[in-house]
């Protein structure tokens, strides 16, 4: 079903709307947002700023004062602060938003408190397990929380310990795709988090319903499935047809799972825009092996063309929902 916002613009561009009634006929439909919805955004925007600045703030008081403070005041600083996020946490619970960003304060606390170990103890691990033992113990409050925002921090902790991983030891994954591993893990990773969410999604469960974090993770899936992409392209053709399956396979998923309902223009949008990219990049390779400079000109002119064509079929998806 099309969004009430939607229905309304295509009025005004059918002329079924009386010339300057849209923003009347906007707020009759409760799309433009009134007073409480303006208020209520702007205290989310707040209360997640105050916790970034918080959380930052707190640490660069640790660096900056670092020779300043003792070994004991550093800890009861970090501690005490994640004491306090946690009791907030725990007082007003997760259902409420002051009870969610301070178990976001907590999450961040939590990670500088492990940087704070390392650097004072010099435990000699590696970077990729900060963030491993950061993911591992946030995850209680991230199952608790039912916070977007928090279990999209716990993948991106995921996602740097694996590349970071990748730098210092390759294991048989690393050594059957060479320098592309952290590539194929990040993508694999970012793939069964929204796997994992849409299914959830479509299953009803109310806190997830929200699309943002789908589409972050989509976009997350599309760089990197894309970036294999080109690497195949522009790369041996002979060695490349397991990357170009897999992004074909993608293509295809997109295609099936967000052109039919639940309709996504954005998941289809972003389909488009990875395949003019890959066009693109294939013409490169070409005029570059031709040695024919005039070929650029060409290579701009089928992107616009593409994007174009992408763009209208866009809207004639989205005409065809709305009807």
């Known amino acids: 079903m099309a969004s009430r916002r939607d229905v309304v613009v295509d009025w005004a561009e059918q002329g079924r709307l009386a010339p300057g009634a849209l923003p009347q006929a906007l707020a009759v439909a409760g799309v433009t947002p009134d007073r409480q919805a303006w208020r209520r955004f702007l205290a989310t925007l707040l209360l997640g700023l105050g916790v970034l ?6 640490i660069f008081f ?3 004062n670092w ?3 003792g070994r004991f005041q550093r800890f009861a600083l970090v501690q005490g602060l994640l004491a306090a996020a946690a009791a907030v946490a725990w007082w007003y619970g997760p259902s409420r938003m002051v009870g969610q960003a301070a178990l976001l304060l907590a999450t961040l606390l939590t990670g500088a408190l492990f940087a704070l170990i390392g650097q004072t103890y010099q435990t000699g691990a590696d970077p990729w397990q900060l963030f491993a033992v950061w993911a591992l113990v946030i995850v209680p409050w991230v199952v608790v929380s039912r916070m977007p925002v928090l279990w999209l921090v716990l993948a991106a902790l995921v996602n740097l310990s694996v590349a970071l991983w990748f ?4 294991g048989v994954f690393g050594l059957a795709f060479s320098g592309e591993a952290p590539i194929w893990a990040i993508c694999a990773i970012e793939a069964a988090g929204l796997i994992a969410w849409e299914t959830c999604a479509r299953r009803g469960v109310p806190w997830m319903a929200a699309r943002w974090p789908a589409r972050i993770l989509a976009v997350a899936v599309g760089v990197a499935i894309t970036s ?3 690497i195949a392209v522009i790369g041996d053709p002979g060695t ?9 396979a993608w293509l295809a998923t997109m295609y099936v799972c967000y052109r039919r309902a639940p309709l996504d223009l954005f998941m289809l949008a972003g389909g488009v825009s990875s395949a003019i ?13 031709i040695g024919d400079g005039g070929g650029f000109l060409l290579i701009g002119l089928v992107v616009v063309g593409l994007s174009a064509a992408g763009a209208m079929w866009l809207r ?4 065809e929902e709305a009807e």
């Open 167 to 170: 730098q210092t030891s390759h």
């Open 67 to 69: 020779q300043a403070l």
């Open 277 to 289: 990219v890959i066009a693109a990049v294939a013409l490169g390779r070409l005029v570059i092996v």
């Open 53 to 58: 600045l918080l959380a930052a703030g707190a």
């Open 62 to 64: 640790v660096a900056y």
């Open 228 to 230: 294999l992409a080109i």
């Open 240 to 248: 490349g047809l397991l990357r170009l399956l897999a992004y074909g």
């Open 316 to 319: 004639r998806v989205a005409a």
